[in-house]
Each structure stands twice: as C-alpha cells, then as structure tokens.
C-alpha cells in the first residue's frame, strides 16, 4: 500500500514569494493533517480535515497561510507571501478517521531567502 | 494544555545492546495516548508504538516497547537488541482522549546514534 505521497521534497523561495505544496493522504484516509516542523523541534499542527471540512485551523496563520482539499483526497498547503521565519519541514498525516494513528509523508523541506 | 518533554537531546549506543529513550508529559486529562515516532534522515515520521492511558499492559511492537508509568507520568521507549538502522531521531507525542488523534503534541526528540 502506498504511503502518504507529498511534493515537492525541497523548495528554496526568495522572501515574498508564494509557495503551495501537495499532499495526497493514503488511500481511504478521511483524516488529514498538515504540520510544520522548525529545526530542532517536533511537529507543530497547523490544520487538520475531515474529509473536505477543516474542522481544526486554530494553529494555521490565517494572514498568510491556506490550505484546502477538495474532493476530500488531495490537499494543498499555501504561503503568500513567504517569510524567512517560515523556512521549516512541512509535513503532511492522514489517519483512517480522527481516532486512528497518524501515518505521516516525507515533508517538503522550505528554504525562504 | 499538554506537554511532552524529552530531556535527553542525543545518545550514543553500542549496536546489539538495548537503549532506553525518556519521555514524560503532563496532561490533566484522564484519558489520553502516547506514541512514539522514528524520524530518520529522509524526514518522515514513521509509527513505532502507542499507549493508552487506560491500557494496563506496556505496549510493545518486536523490538520496540513502551515503559509506561502513570503515576510518574513517564513513557519512556525501549529499544531491544539495537541495528544501527535504528539511528535516527525519536519523538515522543501525546493525543488527549484515549486513541483520540485530533492533534498530537510533540517533544523536541532525541537523536540516536547506534555504533557499530
């Protein structure tokens, strides 16, 4: 069975640029979550959805940060305009439902100059 | 509001013996999960174990098991027999209400280094 599948793997921005990555969860998986890992730290969450609903957005920095997943499969992550503060790790998770484990991709690693 | 603290930042283990990585959290809540997580250089977060908070037996998974201690808020995981496969970053992580996955609280991990 096929893991959680993310693009790109690495990104390098100038500052105030935009950026997007893509997150397609394991197959089946209604739960997806989208979390960004500083260096040096462990995951923090930044959205969470039930199916096509983000029924947990409190940690995402609504100014600049979107996200959405239509269809209630494929999901994407957005920053406009990037800041140096958000070079990190963003690492996509989908669970069979919000009570299952978490089975996480192999992140996009943000450089923003 | 929960709080995973892992207070070793690396360790260095001779291969084939066994390690023991410490984890603690602070939680007022009764029911809740604990899990551990390898992340090895590729960047993924790969699930080893979990723990509920009503489980009575210590979970384990092969070489992996879980020293769990309720009344001293400890979960720490244990590692038998390690490869140098094994070397890799560990997380340790908390989901309040028991199997409940809306959002995992990290610890800042430990970094294994297995030597040969």
């Known amino acids: 069975e096929a893991g959680v599948v993310q693009s790109p793997r690495y990104k390098i921005i100038e500052k105030k640029q935009p950026v997007a990555f893509w997150c397609n969860p394991i197959?089946?998986?209604?739960?997806l979550y989208w979390y960004r890992q500083n260096l040096g730290q462990g995951p923090e969450l930044l959205i969470r959805?039930?199916?096509?609903?983000?029924?947990?957005d409190s940690q995402l920095p609504k100014d600049r940060f979107s996200a959405e997943r239509l269809k209630g499969v494929d999901s994407t992550l957005k920053i406009q305009p990037a800041e140096l503060g958000d070079s990190a790790v963003y690492l996509c998770?989908?669970?069979?439902?919000?009570?299952?484990?978490?089975?996480f991709g192999p992140g996009t690693r943000l450089l923003v100059l | 509001a929960q709080k995973i603290t892992q207070t070793q930042p690396g360790m260095f283990v001779q291969e084939k013996e066994a390690v023991t990585l410490d984890c603690t959290y602070d939680t007022s809540d009764q029911s809740y999960g604990l899990f551990w997580y390898k992340q090895p250089s590729s960047g993924e977060m790969i699930f080893l174990i979990y723990?509920?908070?009503?489980?009575?037996q210590n979970a384990t998974e092969g070489r992996y098991s879980l020293n769990f201690q309720k009344a001293r808020k400890s979960a720490n995981l244990v590692i038998s027999a390690s490869q140098l496969g094994d070397s890799a970053m560990y997380f340790c992580a908390m989901s309040i209400s028991n199997f409940g996955n809306e959002k995992l609280t990290f610890g800042t991990g430990t970094r294994l280094t297995i030597i040969p």
């Open positions: 197959s089946g998986h209604n739960t």
């Open positions: 998770a989908s669970s069979l439902a919000r009570e299952e484990t978490q089975y």
């Open positions: 723990q509920g908070s009503y489980d009575e």
């Open positions: 959805y039930e199916n096509e609903e983000a029924v947990d």
